[in-house]
Structure formats: structure tokens, C-alpha cells
């Protein structure tokens, strides 16, 4: 008997060890999942505010408004007196509205990483 429960104390030991570091895996895991959305979301409001670029026109490149002032608030460019007015402010509400959906998408993912990475921690502080 008394090997038996050495071979069950050292199945013991070895199966704590495996359990804890897959605790810390896990903690250090959430952390990067958490640190992962905070940065999305960052990037996604960067790229909602920066504003877009369009080449080739009469005078070279023309800035337009923010991704932001376009779609949310309705803004156009109101570009003046170039021979492709038009055309510069048909681009930059395209550039404007792809930027916005792009930084949403984004953002949305990252705090979905976010959320899913405080339910995570939160399912493990229970435990």
C-alpha cells in the first residue's frame, strides 16, 4: 500500500503543477486579449478622427474632413473653385465613409475582445 500512495501523491502534485500553470496561461492570457481590445479601440478611434487623403487631383493631394464630421455629422468638402470640385468631394465622402466603417468595425471588435476578456477574468476569480 504504501507504494500505491506515493504514486497517488506524486499523480497529485503533477496534476496541481499542470492546473496552475494553466491559471497563470489563462490570467496572463486575459490580459493579453484585454490589452488586445484596449488597442483596437484605440486604433479605431484614430482612424475615425484622421483625416483621409485624395490624390491625383488639379492641385495634387486635397485633405478631407474627418471620417467623423462626414458621416456622423453630415459635413461635405466643400472643395471651391477647382475644375474637379465635384468630383474631389464624391472621393473624399467615399474615403470619409470607408475610413468610418472601417475604425467602427474595428472598435466594435476590440471591445468585444474587451468584454470577452473581463468575462474571462471574471469566470476565473469565481473559480
Known amino acids: 500500500m504504501p507504494h500505491a500512495n506515493a504514486a497517488r501523491r506524486a499523480r497529485d502534485r503533477a ?17 493579453i486579449i484585454l490589452g488586445l481590445g484596449a488597442a483596437a479601440v484605440a486604433v479605431g478611434i484614430v482612424l475615425a478622427f484622421n483625416n483621409p487623403t485624395i490624390d491625383n487631383t488639379d492641385e495634387g493631394t486635397y485633405v478631407c474632413f474627418a471620417p467623423y464630421d462626414t458621416v456622423l455629422l453630415g459635413q461635405r468638402d466643400n472643395v471651391g473653385m477647382h475644375d474637379d470640385a465635384e468630383d ?37 476569480r469565481t473559480r
Open 15 to 31: 496534476h496541481n503543477q499542470t492546473h496552475l500553470a494553466y491559471a497563470a496561461i489563462m490570467k496572463f492570457g486575459t490580459w
Open 88 to 124: 474631389i468631394e464624391d472621393r473624399c465622402f467615399a474615403a470619409s465613409r470607408d475610413r468610418f466603417v472601417l475604425s467602427s468595425v474595428i472598435a466594435s471588435g476590440g471591445a468585444a475582445a474587451g468584454a470577452s476578456g473581463l468575462l474571462i477574468a471574471r469566470r476565473q
